[in-house]
């Protein structure tokens, strides 16, 4: 079955640095999505990628599709402590079926003051 | 609008009993999911529902877990009986398409944090 992996698990950075995480995916996806999840929260959409090479931004955040369309990255610059929480991307498999998304383990972000 | 609703918030029960969460989506989104989220990971699909149809439920444990949305609004997901390692949070979302982000969005519930001791 379709596998998306997400490194790293962890990361720890000072307030004002950047921060990246980088999903992988076992097989091409039609589209990839990220979430946001606060801690004790649920999970929050950001933002949903579609084309090969895609770039998309939310004022810190840019958000990458790879060209073949199986990776993707989450950079944030300068990061805040509102930034704390788990980066989840989720992978959407290319059938024709309704939407379904397979989630990545997730880079949970600690931002210290 | 109103978002994801989700009943109970927290369960705890003993190995081998029966549980039962309720979830009420966003008026008028037509397809449901269930997610189970174990502690450190990235929600797991469980089953997927379009209308009262299940479209994808390869991934529930049939044995043990039953789902249903009989009216196509709100649903049910059962464990009968629970085992150990079933403890996790179980989330309820729904979806529709947002112009803006040219996307079909997933919102979800709070979550019933379930622990089988």
């Known amino acids: 079955g379709q596998q998306v992996m997400q490194i790293p698990q962890y990361q720890h950075v000072q307030e004002g640095e950047d921060f990246t995480t980088y999903c992988n995916s076992s097989?091409?996806?039609?589209?990839i999505q990220w979430y946001k999840q606060r801690p004790g929260g649920h999970p929050v959409f950001l933002i949903q990628l579609v084309k090969s090479g895609e770039v998309k931004k939310q004022k810190r955040l840019t958000f990458q599709f790879g060209e073949a369309k199986k990776n993707s990255s989450l950079h944030i610059t300068a990061t805040q402590t509102t930034d704390v929480g788990t980066y989840f991307c989720?992978?959407?498999?290319?059938?024709?079926?309704?939407?379904?998304?397979?989630f990545g383990s997730g880079t949970q972000l600690t931002v210290l003051p | 609008e109103a978002g994801v609703a989700q009943s109970p918030r927290y369960k705890i029960i003993e190995k081998r009993q029966s549980v039962a969460f309720w979830c009420n989506p966003i008026s008028g989104h037509a397809t449901l999911y269930w997610y189970q989220q174990i502690l450190g990971q990235g929600p797991k699909l469980l089953i997927q529902?379009?209308?009262?149809?299940?479209?994808?439920d390869s991934q529930l444990p049939k044995d043990r877990f039953s789902a249903e949305r009989l009216k196509g609004v709100d649903s049910t997901l059962k464990i009968q009986p629970a085992k150990l390692e079933d403890s996790a949070v179980y989330l309820c979302?729904?979806?529709?398409?947002?112009?803006?982000?040219?996307?079909?969005?997933?919102?979800f519930g709070p979550g019933t944090r379930l622990t089988v001791t």
């Open positions: 529902f379009q209308n009262n149809g299940v479209v994808d």
């Open positions: 989720a992978g959407d498999r290319p059938s024709g079926s309704a939407r379904q998304l397979t």
């Open positions: 979302a729904s979806s529709a398409w947002n112009p803006g982000q040219g996307a079909y969005e997933q919102y």
């Open positions: 097989t091409t996806l039609s589209n």
